[in-house]
């Protein structure tokens, strides 16, 4: 079984910065690629960043000059580095990630989600 712990969550003004972290453990023998999706009150969940094992990243228009998302592969753990925060990136922030099991098999994991609020 694999899990993903997320931490960094909370609330922050407009303008401000919050580091997600996203921490995969259990019975793992790579990660693939990790990534951060979002879901806010009334919609659906959305991509905002993923980084491919290989370093390769990819950017929700939205976020693109002021999220940054990065990962380390040797603790198996993903960030998201949150800038210029505004109102409307207050979301549900959940961690993805497409782990390689010893087996040789791809399965897809969630966190749990941690919530994000931008406000004065």
């Known amino acids: 079984q694999v899990t993903l712990a997320e931490s960094g969550g909370g609330l922050v003004q407009p303008g401000g910065s919050l580091r997600l972290s996203c921490a995969a453990a259990g019975s793992i023998f790579n990660v693939d690629s990790m990534g951060w999706y979002r879901q806010a009150p009334g919609k659906q969940r959305e991509l905002v960043a993923r980084?491919?094992?290989?370093?390769?990243?990819d950017y929700a228009v939205p976020v693109k000059g002021r999220f940054t998302i990065a990962r380390d592969n040797a603790k198996n753990t993903g960030y998201l580095q949150m800038n210029t925060l505004k109102p409307e990136d207050t979301a549900v922030y959940y961690c993805?990630?497409?782990?390689?099991?010893?087996?040789?098999?791809?399965?897809?994991?969630w966190g749990q989600g941690t919530q994000v609020t931008v406000s004065s």
């Open positions: 980084v491919t094992s290989d370093g390769g990243t």
């Open positions: 993805n990630a497409v782990v390689r099991l010893p087996m040789g098999i791809l399965r897809e994991f």
